[in-house]
């Protein structure tokens, strides 16, 4: 937990110390390809759509991305292996919403946007009820704002703990980016600012 | 600056998102998912053709509009001894209600009449209709319909 606390903290500061401070609210779109599951399924090919909400403060970045995922995905990545019985114990046919609350840094060098955030995902399931286990994902992206609106591409890993994000970290600053981007979701998203 | 002007506007659609990101309806929307099981009781004396090739079951699906949905012949999928069973499945549905109606052919028989009956899978006679989401024909989740039909 200390080794995420200082790079929020980080952020934090560098935020104040940009003199030309200025808030920003956000209300985007997102489309991502059908075929992320992993395996994908070859009858669900649709579009996933996502809903963004994103506000920033400076250089500093939060924001909630809600994924609508396909039953065939939150069944992937809800069945696991109980490691006492090795039995694998079936996951949930169910569609759901992949909520994903993060922060991070943007930096807008007009027209050009680029940012980079992290934070805690819940995965909402068809039926009124939360799925128990909280995972974490890492996002970055670049794109293009002109105005009010604007559209960027982002790629999105999901991660099944925070361990897991630390050791793909670890693996980036010493030159392996395997881990933080192989399997990266990409969107594309449309944004409008207020 | 004219964009500032709608910020309470988005903080009510922030809001309306935060409340839909848990909203089993806007999922729905996104992902149909309903299911029509159908199990198709043909008493076997009646339809006595019913092992001849050309013999089939023919099921009509329509929506509340009567517009047509799907339209799916089965061949014989199982005989108990009195009634031979055919199965259809009908997935990918919208909520809304929908109509069934079901047409023996027989390839000696003829074509038989029409019958839009559904009954549960006890055979409680529910009527000419169903509608999504229903909890009572299928799981709890409601999106599984498990009915019977009869065969004129």
Known sequence: MKKLLLPLAAILLLAVAVPAAFSEAELGIGLSPGSIANPPDPNNVDPILNFHVGWSWSILYLSWDAYAMPDYWVYNNTTYVDPSSGYTIPGYYVPGFLNMFDIGVKILLKPFLLYAEAGPNMLYLRGGTNYGRVGVNARLGAGLKFGFWGINLSGTQVFASTQDLEAAVHQAIHGNWTDLTQGMVPTLNFVIYF | ?152
């Open chain 2, 1 to 152: 600056m004219k964009m500032r002007k709608l910020l309470p506007l988005v903080l009510l659609a922030v809001g309306s998102l935060f409340l839909l990101s848990s909203c089993d309806a806007m999922l729905d929307a996104i992902f149909p998912s309903n299911v029509i099981n159908i199990d198709v009781w043909v008493s076997a004396t009646g339809h006595a053709d019913f092992l001849a090739g050309g013999s089939y079951e023919n099921v009509t699906l329509m929506d509340s509009t009567f517009a047509v949905v799907a339209n799916v012949s089965e061949y014989y999928s199982s005989y108990d001894g009195i009634y031979v069973h055919y199965y259809f499945s009908f997935a990918k549905l919208n909520n809304g209600t929908y109509y069934l109606t079901t047409t023996y052919i027989g390839q000696f028989t003829g074509i038989h009449p029409t019958n839009g009956n559904i009954y549960d899978s006890s055979g409680y006679f529910l009527g000419n209709s169903l509608t999504f989401p229903d909890r009572t024909l299928g799981d709890t989740s409601g999106h599984t319909a498990n009915i019977r039909m009869l065969a004129s």
